[in-house]
């Protein structure tokens, strides 16, 4: 069993069973793309909402699990396949705090479990570094922006809470939209600045 | 925005570790079986670490989002991102809002068409028998 356990951890996935796992999303390659792409980020948001610390490979390890058994020849018995992702995902969570090395950080208060010593002058120092860093990473990003999108998101957070809130039922009348939409198109081109942020974090130059 | 609606009230809940485990549970399943509310979350988070960056969110609010919220580091991470952005934001000139505002609606018709998908489409050959959804992802 636990060999058995072993193999499965150190499962690799293969390009033939990501392949049937799309084929399996949706017949239509695009769109299993797409529906890929948002159970993704729904494990993502699940982990990381449950407090896991790694919610990005956690959600990569519940794919894997999942891709792994239809490569197996496994059928899921399931009306919606969205809802076996969460099962097992729930799963991959259990098996985590039960993990010896979870034991550790969970007795931690949260806020102080992965850093915050007082103390600790060199890493505030550096913290002031990676701040200026995104700074200049997120000026670079919103000029990369097309200048429509720079626009809307620059006036859809202009202004204090009450001024705000008239900026986007404001901007909403004139782009013709309801509320909630603008609000979702803002979401957008934030999700899409933060992540050219990080890429872009990531290809700085060390200290 | 929005903060008066019970869906945000719930979804806000829901971030900062308030919900009933019944409730957490409904939450996620809509979730994954429905991308638009995915979205909706994901907004709603966005908008509570605005509120918490300009520090408007309530006394209990805000202990919540430190011992709770800020417990993963992706999320600080994206405080950080909020930071900088609202003071690049603030720093940079006022956009002309009224200005052409009938071409506006032109100039910003780009949005992909991504907004129309929705489909959670079943593939009889995976997926092909209904059972209790308690008997999902057994691990």
Redesign the interface.
Known sequence: MASSTSLKKHWVLTQEAFEKLLVCLDPDRERAGEQYEHIRQSLITFFECRRSFLPEDQADETLNRVARRLAEGKEIYVENPTSYFYGVARNVLKEHWEAPESALLESLPPSKALSDDPSRLHERQLEQYQREQQLDCLERCLQGLPSRNRELISQYYRGETGVKIQNRKSLARTLGIPLNALRIRALRIRETLEDCVDSCLEQWPGE | ??QGTDNEKRLIQ??L?QSRQEEQVRI??R???D?EF??????TE?DLI?RYV?G?LTKREQEQF???F??????R??V??A???????AQ?P??A??EG?SS??E??S??PS??D?L?????P???????S?S?????
């Open positions: 925005m929005n829901y971030l570790g996620e399943e979730y994954f079986a991308s995915h979205q909706e979350l994901q907004a966005r605005d300009h408007e430190e011992t709770y800020l417990s993963s580091p992706r999320r991470q994206k950080e991102f930071r900088a952005l609202m003071q690049s934001l940079a006022a956009p809002v009224a505002a506006s609606q100039r910003l780009w949005w991504v907004l998908f489909a959670v489409v079943s593939e050959g995976c997926w092909p028998r209904p059972r959804s008997s999902s992802g057994d691990g």
